[in-house]
């Protein structure tokens, strides 16, 4: 099984809408390039800029010719709402209407969850989805598990974003912690790579397709952005890893697309 992993593209529209879409075709394009290709791919969240109807639009066009499942994941820039009303439906949300959702890949379950709070930037999974999660994970006790949100459930070190992280993420780690077979659980909302430990698991954040954040460890800290070069993760459990979750990270600038997505 083979899971890749991007986040954050943050797809805008009108005039500004060129680089981040681009940048997430590209991608894509680089994931048509691995032998063989990726079972599935999770894109983290923070799908688009403002959580705006006609940004969802332009994902729906960009996806519409990738011939990989692809799985969503809302963040704090999107709109729950608007996103369902884009991809309610569609394979993009495992066929269903919910933001949190299950998918069954070869030898694996992707469990995709919501973290997105309206109006903060901070994350909260809330009750009815751990219950969920719980549920979920009870349910299937053999089968490995790869837990998708926005919001890392730790902390990472810069404080800028640590003051807008998983509110309940003692919570989640309550659950988790009783499921060995949680393989990784998968973020964004970094905008880097970053791993640690996690409830007995490992948690990683994929990089932005659009924008790098700089690594600032100071307090309070700013936002900023650095010309790194992008990348994509990507998971791999199977018998050449026996049994064992691996996790690849590619770079994506320089890389892509020498094998681009046919339009
Ligand atoms: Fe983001």
Do not use: K
């Amino acid at each position: 099984m083979l899971l890749a992993h991007l986040s954050d593209p943050h797809l805008d529209a009108g005039a500004l809408a060129a680089g981040p879409a681009q940048a997430l075709h590209t991608a894509l394009g680089r994931l048509l390039g691995l032998v063989p290709t990726p079972d599935a791919v999770v894109i983290t969240g923070d799908l688009v800029e403002h959580g705006d109807p006609a940004q969802y639009a332009i994902l729906r066009e960009l996806l519409s010719d990738v011939p990989l499942p692809v799985y969503l994941v809302a963040g704090n820039h999107d709109d729950s709402h608007a996103l369902r009303a884009t991809f309610a439906g569609s394979p993009h949300l495992a066929g269903g209407d919910s933001t949190h959702y299950a998918v069954d890949l070869p030898d694996a379950r992707l469990l995709v969850l919501d973290s997105a709070v309206p109006g903060s930037g901070a994350g909260q999974l809330g009750a009815e989805q751990l219950v969920w999660l719980q549920a979920e994970l009870a349910a299937h006790l053999s089968t490995p598990a790869l837990l998708a949100l926005h919001h890392p459930p730790t902390r990472v070190g810069v404080p800028f974003l640590d003051t807008m992280g998983l509110r309940d993420a003692d919570a989640l780690a309550h659950v988790v912690q009783r499921h060995p077979q949680v393989m990784r659980v998968l973020a964004g909302h970094v905008h880097r790579t970053t791993t640690a430990a996690f409830a007995g698991t490992v948690a990683m954040t994929a990089p932005s397709t659009w924008r790098r954040s700089a690594l600032d460890m100071s307090s309070p800290g700013r936002m900023g952005y650095l010309d790194e070069p992008a990348g994509v993760l990507l998971h791999q459990l199977d018998e050449r890893t026996g049994g064992l979750c691996l996790t690849h990270a590619l770079p994506v600038q320089g890389g892509a697309p020498l094998f681009s997505i046919p339009r």
